[in-house]
């Protein structure tokens, strides 16, 4: 009898563990997954934080970067001597907001000063002077988040520099506010034709062809994509085109004999 009473009292202590551990199991996820995206975010921001030192701070600070990025995975652990670095780092960001004009961003800025400064980013640019150039464009962006021609001429310094990833970044985010923005669909194909992505490039300048149809630097950009992409219909429908908005283009010739070979390695292929 007592042993019958042991197991039943067994049991119900094993059942009241069952329910105990089935109740804080959804609140043991929660936590888990909330610990894991603020780990995540966390990450995030660092990047961005060290990205944007690197573009900005200047020698300087562009050695402190080198030195804490290696550190990243002992950052997200926690430690405490590279917290104290990324804290410096942060306030050093702080300066560096403030002489780009970031930390007046809450007051208007009125419309001729905008221009002016995308004038003197334009200039700046071609001179040469590219990191002037992207504080001014920064500086136009941090009044005004919407300004199209900011976002497209920062991600068009990109390209020219060569930095791909924040020329994309920079550009798609001008097409989010003009979707059918002809200028910025070819800047975004050109990116992509920089990096090797010739689908890519087609669909942006077929995009930004379809907008403005009789433009011969859009044309020959899109023939170019059609080419690297092994299209030849494509690429043919494009050069007749671009024949008849512009029948002097010098690289019709070019074109013409690239898409016959094409076409004869289509054929073979069949």
């Known amino acids: 009898m007592l042993y019958i009473i042991s197991a039943i009292a067994g049991l119900l202590a094993l059942f009241v563990i069952i329910f105990l551990i089935v109740k804080k199991v959804p609140h043991l996820r929660i936590l888990d997954i909330e610990s894991l995206k603020a780990s995540r975010e966390k990450r995030i921001k660092q990047n961005i934080l060290m990205n944007r030192l690197e573009r900005l701070g200047g020698e300087k600070v562009k050695k402190i970067v080198k030195f804490i990025k290696p550190a990243g995975s002992i950052l997200s652990a926690g430690k405490s001597r590279i ?16 002489e780009l004009g970031s930390a007046s961003a809450n007051h208007a800025v009125d419309v001729d000063a905008i221009k002016r400064l995308l004038e003197e980013a334009a200039s700046l640019a071609s001179e040469g002077n590219h990191l002037e150039a992207e504080k001014r464009y920064i500086e136009v962006i941090s009044h005004s988040p919407k300004n199209t021609a900011a976002y497209e001429d920062l991600g068009n310094l990109y390209l020219d520099m060569k930095q791909y990833e924040q020329a994309k970044e920079s550009l798609s985010y001008a097409l989010k506010i003009k979707p059918n923005d002809a200028s910025v669909l070819a800047s975004l194909g050109e990116v992509s034709l920089r990096i090797g992505n010739a689908n890519d490039a087609k669909a942006y300048f077929e995009r930004a062809t379809s907008v403005r149809p009789n433009n011969p630097k859009y044309l020959d950009f899109y023939i170019q994509a059609c080419i690297d992409s092994a299209s030849p219909e494509e690429a043919r429908h494009g050069l007749e ?6 029948p002097e283009n010098q690289k019709l010739d070019q074109f013409e004999e690239a898409i016959k070979k094409l076409e004869q390695q289509s054929i073979a292929n069949k």
């Open 83 to 98: 917290k104290e670095k990324v804290k410096n780092l942060e306030n050093q960001y702080q300066k560096i907001a403030k």
């Open 241 to 246: 085109r671009l024949r008849e908005v512009n």
